[in-house]
């Protein structure tokens, strides 16, 4: 398993940015999978979006398709979530997850994942 540490986040205007990263300890990054999670108060983890191992396949929640951006950078074992125009309802910690190999358009439940971070809140003033 790889060990997960997200930073980046914080607290930010309506219609602002952050960009969230997630540092991944060992040598196999990049036969990782990752995604990106979130949870706000009262609510189940739900998905953001997800990258493939080789970052050429990447999939969205349809509530962040052309708001959210994820990358990944294999060379410094990092992914990173940038979120554009942010709302209110974005508001939520953020989760970094790893899965060992490939995934598909429909890996998107917290359990398709085997490696969590421990989280980083966003909070979006209105």
């Known amino acids: 398993q790889v060990q997960l540490v997200e930073s980046g986040g914080g607290l930010v205007q309506a219609g602002g940015s952050l960009r969230l990263s997630c540092a991944a300890s060992?040598?196999?990054?990049?036969?990782?999978?990752m995604g990106w999670f979130r949870q706000a108060p009262g609510k189940e983890r739900e998905f953001v979006a997800a990258i493939s191992w080789g970052g050429l396949s990447t999939y969205y929640a349809d509530s962040v398709k052309g708001q959210f951006t994820i990358s990944r950078d294999n060379a410094k074992n990092t992914v990173y979530l940038q979120m554009n125009s942010l709302k209110p309802e974005d508001t939520a910690v953020y989760y970094c997850a790893a899965e060992f190999g490939v995934i598909g358009r429909s890996s998107n439940r917290p359990t398709d994942f085997g490696s969590w971070g421990q989280g980083t809140q966003v909070t979006v003033s209105s």
């Open positions: 060992g040598r196999t990054f990049s036969s990782y999978a």
